[in-house]
């Protein structure tokens, strides 16, 4: 069970996916699964879910029909594991690498 749940809807993202996700998989604090909600994007965002997913076993991907960013996040809580759950959006760019260790610490 990792002690993070980082959860972020997908929609349409693609100009900032790599950097959001890149953000979270340079942390510090490496105990943390990534739930990527796509949300039906009909841009290259799947494609770059599923590569990332691919490559890091702890990120997974989940597809469905947009029903909008509220019903992707509830989907994720359904599906998260961790100790503490963290909501992003994946146009928030980026988190300091050391995000996760101090909300840990707090």
Same mark, same amino acid.
């Given at each position: 069970?990792?002690?993070?749940?980082?959860?972020?809807?997908?929609?349409?993202?693609?100009?900032?996916?790599?950097?959001?996700?890149?953000?979270? $998989?340079?942390?510090?604090?490496?105990?943390?699964? $990534?739930?990527?909600?796509?949300?039906?994007?009909?841009?290259?965002?799947?494609?770059?879910?599923?590569?990332?997913?691919?490559?890091?076993?702890?990120?997974?991907?989940?597809?469905?029909?947009?029903?909008?960013?509220?019903?992707? #996040?509830?989907?994720? $809580?359904?599906?998260?594991?961790? #100790?503490?759950?963290?909501?992003?959006?994946?146009?928030?760019?980026?988190?300091?690498?050391?995000?996760?260790?101090? $909300?840990?610490?707090?």
């Amino acid at each position: 069970m990792p002690v993070i749940s980082v959860i972020i809807p997908i929609y349409n993202v693609e100009p900032y996916l790599v950097q959001c996700i890149d953000s979270i $998989l340079s942390q510090t604090f490496v105990d943390f699964e $990534l739930l990527l909600i796509d949300d039906g994007s009909k841009d290259r965002s799947v494609e770059i879910c599923d590569e990332y997913a691919a490559g890091d076993s702890r990120i997974r991907v989940f597809h469905q029909e947009s029903r909008g960013p509220s019903v992707a #996040r509830n989907f994720g $809580l359904e599906r998260a594991s961790g #100790r503490y759950v963290m909501f992003m959006d994946s146009d928030d760019y980026w988190l300091e690498n050391d995000a996760f260790s101090r $909300l840990v610490r707090y």
